[in-house]
């Protein structure tokens, strides 16, 4: 069974951070890419961050620019944990967040397009 587990939602006040970590299992999700999209209420759901597979060439990492130099994605050696965490928090960073995972690099940033998801962590950011 393949199941993608989020931790480490919660509350927290604006300049602070967190750090949200993601479990894998029921793949070998070191071949996977993997990264992380969030929903704030009443928006759509928005690619955060993405980590490729762990390869000889080195590792990739993507981010969205509104989240470029305070969060950092990154994974354990075996490849089934992805992290990421979020520094300098602003209320605006308030959303779900979800876990994401494909075979395919390219596919973390679209919409609907990973394989697997997680179910969500709630982050909230006070003001």
């Known amino acids: 069974q393949v199941q993608l587990v989020e931790s480490g939602g919660g509350l927290v006040q604006a300049g602070g951070s967190l750090r949200l970590s993601c479990a894998a299992s029921g793949r070998p999700f070191s071949t996977y890419a993997m990264g992380w999209s969030r929903q704030a209420p009443g928006k759509e759901r928005e690619f955060v961050a993405r980590?490729?597979?762990?390869?000889?060439?080195?590792?990739?990492?993507d981010y969205a620019d509104s989240v470029k130099g305070r969060f950092i994605i990154s994974r354990d050696n075996a490849g089934n944990t992805v992290n990421l965490q979020m520094n300098s928090l602003k209320p605006e960073d308030t959303a779900v967040y979800y876990c994401?995972?494909?075979?395919?690099?390219?596919?973390?940033?679209?919409?609907?397009?990973?394989?697997?998801w997680g179910q969500g962590t709630q982050v909230t950011v006070s003001s």
């Open positions: 994401a995972a494909d075979r395919l690099y390219s596919s973390i940033q679209r919409e609907n397009e990973p394989e697997y």
């Open positions: 980590i490729s597979r762990i390869n000889w060439s080195g590792i990739r990492r």
